[in-house]
């Protein structure tokens, strides 16, 4: 009998135990017959745990609470699944119910897909970049400040970056747009500054050759600034900068590579500076042929030059160019009364018109005089002799 009785309990516990629909604390109901292993917790709060697992020191390594929260080292869950370390993943990690917007994380990468766009895509090996929008997609981006919603946006279906605003408020499709329009203490929009030892605060530069946009353009509604055109080119005759003013009269200024024209400057003469200094010869007798005139301004023609009809003084470019012919120069400038508007095409802005050295001239005009006073002091000696001898002829 006890042979019998040792060879039910070795095959009792040498034998699987093979159980389907086992229930723990099921309260005598039967378990779930699809569920293999059917636990029914005593209560249904946060004090009631339907599974515990612990290591051997008593540590509860997985919880499951009869709220339905699930614990792994910790038993007190905050949420759903609470983890206390780390979480590995072999690749993705979705949205329930949507099988487009997902996480996902491969060797040096991880993606953020939402709606199956790629919306962010962190990438370590080989490029080094964070992509925003890396499928092309009509994707805007913002970022908010404390104090504004769109302090920085870009629009992904118009190609454009706007802060402070999301959208042009003539409807231009630049590529980047500033905006101030809160009334803020704000001075300026956009300010650039170098504290550096080396390089510049900013640089604006056309490089296609047919571009007959300004470089730089800028206006003003206000009474107190001034707007301000540049315009670049390989041409040493082409024009530089205009300076208009709608609250005052027109006015402008001509800078170029050889020529300038202004109101009033002072020019560089340092002998450092030239070479191949050589003395002024005669130019009296191309200074007899110059014809000094006085005229007013052809304001009916020419408003842009100004609107004074004060009596003015000077030469004739047409006229100087014959006998002093480096005095007098071809400059091309921007009409501030053409029909172009700003971000428009200014080729055809363009005018020309002669100008004149005046400062030139003054070195001709000293020479001129200088070569006049020795005429006069021969002409003295002269006139001096001849007094002494009329006297002797008197004394005889």
């Known amino acids: 009998?006890?042979?019998?009785?040792?060879?039910?309990?070795?095959?009792?516990?040498?034998?699987?135990?093979?159980?389907?629909?086992?229930?723990?604390?099921t309260t005598g109901a039967?378990?779930?017959?699809?569920?293999?292993?059917?636990?029914?917790?005593?209560?249904?709060?946060?004090?009631?745990?339907?599974?515990?697992?612990?290591n051997s020191g008593g540590t509860e390594q997985l919880v499951v609470r009869s709220d339905g929260r699930v614990g792994i080292m910790t038993n007190a869950p905050t949420y759903e699944l609470d983890v206390n370390g780390d979480i590995g993943g072999n690749e993705f990690f979705y949205h329930n119910g949507d099988g487009d917007t997902y996480m996902q994380f491969t060797t040096d990468r991880i993606r953020f897909e939402a709606g199956n766009l790629d919306m962010l895509d962190l990438v370590e090996a080989g490029t080094d970049e964070v992509v925003i929008n890396n499928s092309s997609g009509n994707i805007d981006f913002r970022v908010e400040s404390n104090n504004f919603n769109d302090q920085f946006v870009v629009d992904g279906g118009s190609d454009q970056v706007f802060v402070r605003n999301t959208a042009h408020h003539l409807g231009y499709t630049d590529p980047m747009a500033v905006y101030v329009s809160d009334n803020s203490t704000v001075p300026y929009a956009i300010s650039a500054w170098n504290q550096g030892t080396t390089g510049g605060a900013a640089t604006f530069s056309n490089d296609a050759g047919g571009n007959g946009y300004n470089t730089l353009e800028s206006t003003t509604d206000g009474s107190a600034a001034a707007g301000w055109f540049w315009k670049t080119s390989t041409s040493s005759n082409s024009f530089s900068l205009l300076v208009t003013n709608s609250a005052s009269n027109n006015r402008f200024g001509v800078y170029d590579e050889d020529n300038t024209v202004a109101l009033g400057y002072f020019t560089i003469s340092d002998s450092r500076l030239k070479k191949e200094i050589t003395p002024m010869t005669s130019s009296i007798d191309k200074v007899m042929l110059l014809n000094p005139v006085t005229y007013r301004l052809n304001n009916d023609e020419f408003p842009s030059f100004g609107t004074s009809n004060e009596?003015?003084?000077?030469?004739?470019t047409q006229e100087v160019g014959q006998i002093f012919p480096d005095m007098v120069?071809?400059?091309?400038?921007?009409?501030?009364?053409?029909?172009?508007?700003?971000?428009?095409?200014?080729?055809e802005a363009e005018t020309p018109y002669s100008s004149m050295n005046y400062q030139a001239l003054i070195a001709v005009l000293?020479?001129?005089?200088?070569?006049?006073?020795l005429m006069i002091e021969k002409q003295e000696e002269k006139i001096a002799e001849l007094e002494l001898i009329i006297q002797e002829i008197l004394n005889k």
Do not use: C
Not at 34 to 45: K, P, Q, W, Y
């Open 1 to 25: 009998m006890k042979r019998i009785i040792h060879i039910i309990v070795s095959t009792i516990l040498t034998t699987p135990i093979i159980a389907q629909g086992v229930g723990i604390n």
């Open 329 to 347: 120069a071809e400059n091309s400038i921007l009409d501030p009364n053409h029909s172009s508007e700003l971000r428009s095409d200014w080729s």
């Open 311 to 316: 009596l003015q003084y000077g030469f004739l």
């Open 366 to 373: 000293t020479k001129a005089m200088q070569e006049q006073q």
């Open 30 to 54: 039967n378990p779930d017959a699809n569920t293999i292993l059917d636990v029914v917790s005593e209560g249904a709060n946060s004090t009631f745990f339907g599974l515990k697992v612990k």
